[in-house]
């Protein structure tokens, strides 16, 4: 199993009370940590707006942070979870995927899926399309990049999106292009997306969600004639962890008393829905245990999250000891 793991960049609130001229050496410190350590890659959200209610907290970009993260690391893969077509053009972005690529040495990985945030679609006058629209937007929009990619040039002449002999030069560093996760499980048109275009997908990361959504996959590539086999099935985990269960439930508690000021009651203690009882919410072993039940589905990428890790590596350098080398 390989492993990434998210930077904290502020959409989840995760830099709540750091000033903003620290803000960036505490996420150059963690990409720099992980690039010393297990990590295969290292991750943000591409969202302007927080969660899990939008407010005046920090939230970095995360194609900035792309080429700022290649600047500054040598090894570990850099991508986002994921970004959405719909906030630029699929020509432009294009090119500055493959200007990251290029700084990072060959290190960009390109998570790309049809958005969902409605509240910052709005708020930054894209409109908010219907889920139909969105997921056409996104499969013209992987079209002209593959070819922008494979080219150097891009010409669609789509519904959304029409570029005639877009350049993009130089190419990405990679042979082939940045390799594209299709993110999401609308089991109708996000998975056949994946299977017509993905080398990597990201969904349901319970086992039974997995599961089914690895079989539909699998059925879509029969269907456009592809190999599912080729393609990495991976999942996003939010983590708590502790050598017992008190110390497990301590750090979701903190992590909700971050959140309180800024989003309520309510909202706080709803956002630990999405860590308690969850593969990746217990002590070492009973991850362990988790990830192995999922590895064996072939859940083969697991990235994850901690809410704590702008102001405590505790929990990361504990997975880092007793969880990866268990299954990596």
Known sequence: MRFGLFVPQGWRHDLVGIDPKDQWATMKGLAQ??????????????HFHT????TDQATHEAWSLMSAFGAVTERVRLGQMCTS???RNPAYLAKVAATADIISGGRIEMGIGAGWYEHEWRAYGYGFPSGPERLKMLDEGVQIMKQAWETGSATLDGKHYQVDGAIVEPRPLQEGGIPLWIAGGGEKVTLKIAAKYARYTNFDGTLEG????????KGHCETVG???????????YNVAIGSNQAEVEQRMQDAKARLL??????KAEGSLGAVRGLPACGTPDQIIENLTKLKEAGMTYAIL????????????????????????
Do not use: C, Q
């Open 51 to 54: 969660v899990p209610a939008p």
């Open 305 to 328: 999250n901690f809410a704590e890790a702008a102001y405590d590596r505790s929990g990361i350098e504990m997975f880092e000891r007793e969880v990866i080398p268990a299954l990596a």
């Open 33 to 46: 940590h992980a690039d010393a350590g297990p990590w295969e890659s290292i991750w943000v959200y591409d």
């Open 210 to 217: 997995f599961t089914r959504k690895s079989e539909l996959l």
């Open 261 to 266: 000021p800024h989003v309520g009651e309510k």
């Open 85 to 87: 077509m719909g906030y």
């Open 226 to 236: 592809t190999d599912f086999d080729a393609i990495v099935r991976s999942a996003n």
